[in-house]
Nanobody, 124 residues
Framework: QVQLVESGGGLVQAGDSRRLSCARS????????MGWFRRAPGKERELVAG????????FYADSVKGRFTISRENGKNAVYLQMNNLKPEDTAVYYC?????????????????WGQGTQVTVSS
């Protein structure tokens, strides 16, 4: 059974930086593409950033390009989301997700495993 546990959320001010971490246990980590999604109040869950199995390919939503960076350490079974220059519109619950595949994916239905989410609130 795969388990994902996010950490690092909290209350920050606009312009601040924050790093989210996702710790994975269960099956071999290095073969799974990963993603960070978020759900803001009243909005659909959206993919913020994705990374393939070895970190060679990444994806970013237009709204976070140049501000967020996704990375992974397969040896530590961890994936990270470095968030810089945070804005109030980044306020959301952030979810770590893993899929049974090497390549990037872009929709929630392509991911089989989900964390419980961590709240990030950005005050203006």
């Amino acid at each position: 059974q795969v388990q994902l546990v996010e950490s690092g959320g909290g209350l920050v001010q606009a312009g601040d930086s924050r790093r989210l971490s996702c710790a994975r246990s269960g099956r071999t980590f290095g073969t799974n593409a990963m993603g960070w999604f978020r759900r803001a109040p009243g909005k659909e869950r959206e993919l913020v950033a994705g990374i393939n199995w070895n970190g060679g390919s990444t994806f970013y939503a237009d709204s976070v390009k140049g501000r967020f960076t996704i990375s992974r350490e397969n040896g530590k079974n961890a994936v990270y989301l470095q968030m810089n220059n945070l804005k109030p519109e980044d306020t959301a619950v952030y979810y770590c997700a893993a899929r049974n595949g090497y390549a990037l994916a872009y929709v929630p239905g392509d991911f089989e495993y989900w964390g419980q989410g961590t709240q990030v609130t950005v005050s203006s």
